[in-house]
């Protein structure tokens, strides 16, 4: 079992927090990993990725190559683009469709989204909006989180022990609400797949 | 025990918190930050009395901890690469003195500049002073050597330097630990003499250091950090450096075919060298930062066996290595499937919506650019670097920590007018008080403005060694209290702003402005805590 992983979004979006969740469930299920975040001048609202990697077998690499990732987890609709280069032939991207505008040169979003649909295995969501008809837009990430499950490798019941673990302080409700976001992202996405 | 999941910058922490730590000195550098802040969060920390709080520089830092090992305790200094420079002055002379408790320099490098001016590579500063240099490829390593390198210290009795980069320092994996050591007891050395720098002791321990280098070469040919793996394939033989040896063998997941020399412990292991040249026809060197290596095999002529890596353009001669530029010096390629759409736009980071310093640079681009054409604005190290860029291109320099204030002076020392210096409260508290006494000693006409946000923000809003004293250190220093002026930059008082910044401009001499609002990212995280 072998998934490289890559994470993008814009600094302070919450990207991390995903990658937190997946490799706790990594670690759960005995398996190697390696994550390389971006710290510094970037988290202050510029782009930011993270690459993921998990194995049954030991990583060489922190950085995944070109050509070698089989998802990518975006927050932002643009950033989802930005490292296209990284995706295997067979590779998915997961991301949100509302964007994140802190530049003036943002393009029209209808470009992006057109770029988005010509991939030719996607799955694009609007998190915020199912986050907030569940009740809490602040799981909106985990929504997302969700959406990437059937492609992760790693069983559903690991990400749910995984959240679970993170979330155990908060208290019982903060628990339900950010599982129960990560099995609309999951419903939403097998029914995309359909 | 069970593997504890660390950054490269956290397992360095947990191997130094382990092999005995008595204190970590350290100002805030991306990408060291976390070593520290990993310390001061450790549970262990306030029980066992270890040190931990923030250094005013890279230089009082290292002082402190050379003081630390004086008395017999394990002490740690960690910082980014350009922090080296501030505390070289003692850092090359530690090595002369040498230690009593273990004492080990941490230096952060930055390869790609990813948060920072240059790529200058650490080893570099091994090499001048003679002291040994640890160079972990992965997490498990990073933590393995900053806890033998507190042995290696005592051993040796001289400072060790551990380097690392971007790439380890801020990527996680698992990590497993080792049994715990208490720390040393108070103890000074008999020899009175020994940290006593005086030309006469200083050459008979400089060539005591020399002598010392046999010793340390024999370490290295020892040591388990430097690794020969034979290869089937002699056309090639590979030198692979720190975590340039996880990219080449990322391209060879069944093994490599050529023989490798994996680098952990500088001085390099002579024997082991000789033994790849010997075998091989070719050799590469794989190294993340500076060729270092390389040019030591290379020679000045270069006149011996073929060397492939970044003088010869097998690998790129700037930027840090990756797996594709790695595979491609092993005639390999990892062809992309899919580029980049042209719709996607760069995002540069900029500064946080409501931030005061974006106030600042509202008013001052404002009136310098309409009423002071000939203007220039000296530009220092921290989040305000990013006033360079849209929509204020503020800043016409930003060259260290401290020399906002210094290239003011000089310039208006040649004539220009109006010169302003824009530098934060952590940056002024670093390096920029010296600076601030030219000015005073000889009343240049400088203006400088103090953007004070009560934190040192671009790493994260660690404290800030000013925070509270700004005021009081300007007047110390000699700046004349009517022109020490402060202002809270929020736009309700940009009118106010327009004035002192023209009364001050006017005035020929030296005056400092002090905006000041705490941080918002530090007051969003002090308000979330509550």
């Known amino acids: ?194 | 025990m069970s593997k504890q999941l660390l950054l490269g910058d956290e397992a360095i922490a947990q191997g130094a918190l382990d092999a005995g730590l008595s204190g970590v000195y350290a100002y805030p550098g991306t990408p060291s930050t976390e070593i520290t802040e990993y310390i001061q969060n450790s549970p262990g920390t306030k029980e066992e009395g270890i040190h931990s709080r923030w250094s005013a520089n890279e230089k009082t830092a290292m002082e402190a901890a050379l003081g630390m090992s004086f008395a017999g305790k394990r002490a740690l200094v960690c910082m980014k690469h350009v922090g080296m420079n501030v505390a070289a002055d003692c850092f090359v002379n530690s090595a002369i003195t040498g230690v009593n408790g273990g004492l080990v320099v941490l230096a952060a490098d930055d390869p790609s500049m990813h948060s920072s001016q240059n790529e200058q590579d650490s080893r570099f500063y091994g090499d001048f002073s003679l002291l040994p240099v640890l160079e972990p490829s992965n997490q498990q390593e990073a933590y393995d050597m900053a806890y033998s390198a507190f042995e290696l210290s005592e051993q040796t009795n001289e400072p060790i330097l551990l380097r690392v980069v971007t790439r380890l320092a801020h990527s996680r994996s698992g990590v497993e630990r080792k049994e715990k050591k208490s720390q040393n007891a108070n103890s000074c050395v008999d020899d009175r003499m020994q940290f006593v720098l005086l030309p006469g002791n200083a050459k008979r321990r400089y060539a005591n250091l020399v002598v010392k280098q046999t010793e340390l070469l024999t370490l290295s040919e020892e040591s388990f950090y430097n690794v020969y793996t034979d290869g089937s394939d002699k056309h090639l033989g590979i030198v692979a450096c720190g975590i340039g040896y996880n990219y080449l063998m990322e391209n060879f997941p069944e093994g490599c075919p050529y023989p490798v020399l994996k680098i952990g412990q500088y001085p390099l292991p002579q024997k082991q060298l000789k033994r790849l040249f010997g075998a091989c026809d070719e050799i590469l060197v794989i190294e993340d930062g500076q060729p270092f290596v390389e040019r030591l095999l290379q020679g000045y002529l270069n006149q011996g066996k073929t060397i492939h890596g970044r003088y010869d353009g097998t690998l790129p001669r700037t930027g840090e290595l990756n797996p594709d530029n790695v595979a491609l010096a092993v005639g390999k390629e990892n062809k992309a499937e899919f580029i980049v759409p042209e719709v996607v736009q760069m995002r540069p980071p900029a500064l946080c919506d409501g931030c005061g310093h974006r106030d600042l640079y509202t008013v001052l681009t404002e009136i310098l650019k309409t009423e002071y054409p000939s203007h220039r604005v000296f530009g220092d190290i921290g989040c305000y670097t990013l006033g360079a860029g849209a929509p204020f291109y503020a800043i016409h320099s930003c060259v260290d920590m401290g020399a906002s204030i210094t290239m003011a002076k000089g310039a208006a020392d040649a004539g220009l007018y109006p010169a302003v210096a824009v530098i934060g409260d952590s940056t002024f508290t670093h390096s920029g008080m010296t600076g601030l006494l030219d000015c005073v000693n000889e009343n240049a006409n400088v203006t400088i403005i103090i953007s004070d946000n009560e934190t040192t923000g671009m790493t994260g809003g660690q404290d800030s060694a000013g925070t509270g004293k700004i005021e009081a250190i300007c007047l110390g220093l000699g700046v004349q209290p009517e022109h020490l002026r402060v202002v809270v930059p929020l736009k309700k008082n940009y009118e106010e702003m327009r004035t002192i910044l023209r009364e001050e401009i006017e005035y020929k001499g030296v005056s400092v402005i002090i905006p000041r609002r705490e941080c918002i990212q530090t007051l969003k995280r002090k308000n979330s805590k509550k």
């Open chain 1, 1 to 194: 079992m072998k998934k490289d992983i890559l994470l993008s979004g814009v600094g302070g979006q919450g990207i991390l927090s995903i990658a937190t969740v997946i490799g706790k469930a990594a670690l759960k299920c005995g398996l190697y990993m390696k994550q390389a975040e971006v710290h510094g001048m970037s988290q202050r609202g510029g782009d930011v990725q993270s690459n993921l990697r998990i194995s049954d077998a030991p990583i060489a690499s922190d950085l995944i190559p070109t050509a070698g990732c089989d998802l990518i987890i975006s927050m932002e609709p643009m950033e989802s683009l930005r490292y296209l280069p990284y995706l295997n032939k067979t590779g998915w991207v997961v991301t949100n469709e509302v964007p994140f505008i802190n530049i003036p040169t943002y393009p029209e979003l209808s470009a992006v989204l057109a770029e988005i649909s010509k991939l030719p295995r996607k799955v694009v969501l609007d998190i915020e909006a199912i986050a907030k008809e569940l009740g809490s837009v602040r799981t909106a990430n985990m929504v997302l989180l969700g959406a990437t499950t059937p492609f992760l490798g790693i069983d559903y019941k690991h990400i749910e022990e995984s959240i679970r673990d993170i979330f155990a302080r908060k208290g019982e409700e903060i628990v339900a609400m950010n599982l129960k976001a990560l099995a609309a992202g999951k419903a939403l996405a097998e029914d995309k797949m359909k």
